[in-house]
């Protein structure tokens, strides 16, 4: 399995919900990462996990907040957002710090927020 | 402050041209650089790593450089193809690891 699989792949929410997105991947990386993607601009980091520990937070707001139950999953809870944070959702993986194969997206959660 | 420059204009090319793409950098010392490529709607897909004591580095139809002096990477894809129409983004990888700041790429179109 060379895929990290990301659910859902449409997520519309308002401001009060609370929903979480979910991130999975069965390459045995050991490196996970949230970024977020607004049209037309580059992916920007969020978030980066190593050995299941969270190594980076990019001074995310805490309405979002990622856990890393074990070394295949990868989740970001989201709670009270704004209608700013609508954009693509990536996950992505690598074997690990130093990986030279480069990250493995999936292929991302289109979020809107109403 | 870090920034990282690709072509914002799109790049149209014939089939079977040579494909040439540039990503600038500057305030930045990378361990090494990537590139991806992404089409609408979904996630990058990588395609090439280049280290820093590396000159050129060549997959298939694709060659990249790296000048680190110049700080320049070229993208390059020989034998264009219509299905090479995506967006190419760089992204530079910061010694250590981990912190991985994307360039906002360049759209190719290949007409046939």
């Known amino acids: 399995d060379t895929e990290v699989t990301q659910t859902p792949k449409h997520l519309v929410m308002g401001m009060t919900n609370k929903k979480s997105l979910k991130c999975e991947q069965h390459m045995g990386h050991r490196a996970m990462y949230w970024y977020k993607q607004k049209a037309k601009k580059p992916p920007e980091l969020m978030f980066v996990y190593s050995y299941e520990k969270l190594s980076i937070n990019e001074s995310v707001p805490s309405r979002f907040s990622p856990e890393c139950p074990n070394s295949s999953l990868l989740n970001l809870h989201l709670h009270a957002l704004q209608p700013e944070d609508s954009a693509l959702y990536l996950c992505a993986s690598s074997q690990d710090r130093q990986s030279n194969y480069g990250y493995t997206f999936g292929s991302g959660t289109r979020l809107t927020v109403v | ?112």
């Open chain 2, 1 to 112: 402050s870090q920034k990282i420059e690709q072509n914002s204009e799109a790049l149209n090319i014939q089939e079977g041209k040579t494909a040439t793409l540039t990503c600038n950098y500057t305030n930045y010392s990378p361990a090494y650089l990537q590139w991806y490529r992404q089409d609408p709607g979904r996630g990058p897909v990588f395609l090439l790593l280049i280290r820093e004591n590396e000159k050129e580095k060549r997959k298939e139809r694709l060659k990249v450089t790296f000048d680190t002096t110049l700080k320049q990477s070229l993208f390059h894809i020989t034998a264009s193809q219509p299905a090479d129409s995506a967006t190419y983004l760089c992204a530079l990888v910061h010694t250590g690891g981990f912190k991985t700041i994307f360039g906002a790429g360049t759209r190719l179109f290949v007409k046939a």
